[in-house]
């Protein structure tokens, strides 16, 4: 079956629809993501053209087929411990700091985190593996642990927890599949006392995020490169507003934001690059001993 071409009209005016219902910018040399990622959608409302999907897209009154489009685009590649550095850094050093910080004021321990464009969940459920082997778990804290995503498919897929034999061996020890998943059919389930141990929401990062509240680590990877200079600094800037003033902000491995386009500021671990807002003080070297991991 021959794919369905998009025309030079069809593309730019796809481009203008999808950035205003999800912020997602699709520069010319973009169009075979149309194609691939639409393609199938428009054969499968029985549409012969892009301009058609688009127009019934626009005047359905349901909004499936625009939920459906912010999906198909907004779906992108994850898996678990992606880039293994930044969880390195979780391990090692933020997360302790921050236990360190807050076991010094007494009483129980508070502890927010989001992952803010979490996809399959891939990132999330990586980071609550993480707390789990430091101990954090236990009734000495107050883990609440949030992911949010545009797509509604992504979202529904990340709640429910099942993956595939391939999604599981991207990024995951023997070890942890082991010891975290349960075969289910053809895939692996995660055990429900780690999904149990987030919440899932739709959010659009470019709109208001005051209902969310505070957090202590927000971790916002390979999100900003698919949004304009504008966008990028109305997302990092509505980001410092829900980041406690000395928490930590993480962004992709490829990615860098400066101080004259965001309130925060680079710090460094070892090979490792977090931002914090401006004005804070570095951390101090975390008491390791704080935390007593799952390894003993």
Not at 1 to 12: A, I
Not at 26 to 55: D, F, V
Not at 188 to 212: C, E, P, W
Request: glycine residues 8%.
């Amino acid at each position: 079956m021959n794919r369905l071409k998009v025309t030079e009209s069809e593309f730019q005016a796809l481009s203008k629809y999808i950035y205003g219902i999800s912020g997602i910018t699709l520069p010319k040399g973009k169009e075979y993501l149309i194609e691939t990622r639409l393609g199938q959608l428009a054969s499968e409302y029985g549409c012969s053209s892009y301009q058609e999907l688009l127009t019934r897209s626009r005047t359905e009154a349901t909004r499936a087929l625009e939920r459906k489009i912010i999906d198909a685009i907004s779906t992108n590649e994850t898996y678990f411990f992606r880039d293994n550095a930044p969880f390195d850094l979780l391990q090692h050093r933020l997360l302790p700091d921050i236990i360190d910080r807050k076991s010094k004021k007494g009483g129980r321990i508070s502890l927010r985190i989001w992952s803010s464009a979490s996809s399959t969940g891939q990132e999330i459920y990586s980071t609550a593996m993480i707390l789990r082997e430091l101990g954090l778990h236990k009734g000495g804290y107050n883990l609440q642990l949030v992911a949010t995503d545009i797509s509604d498919a992504a979202i529904a897929r990340a709640s429910y927890g099942l993956y595939s034999q391939f999604e599981v061996t991207r990024g995951l020890s023997p070890a942890r599949l082991n010891r975290y998943f349960t075969p289910q059919g053809d895939g692996y389930r995660i055990h429900d006392d780690i999904r149990s141990m987030v919440s899932f929401r739709k959010q659009n990062l470019l709109t208001s995020l005051a209902g969310l509240g505070k957090f202590d680590l927000i971790l916002c990877r390979n999100v900003a490169i698919y949004f304009t200079r504008e966008d990028r600094l109305r997302l990092f800037d509505n980001l410092s507003r829900q980041l406690e003033p000395d928490g930590c902000l993480l962004i992709g491995s490829t990615e860098s934001l400066s101080q004259e386009e965001s309130p925060f500021v680079p710090k460094r671990y070892l090979n490792s690059t977090f931002y914090q807002l401006q004005g804070q003080s570095p951390p101090a070297t975390p008491r390791l001993n704080t935390l007593r991991t799952a390894h003993g």
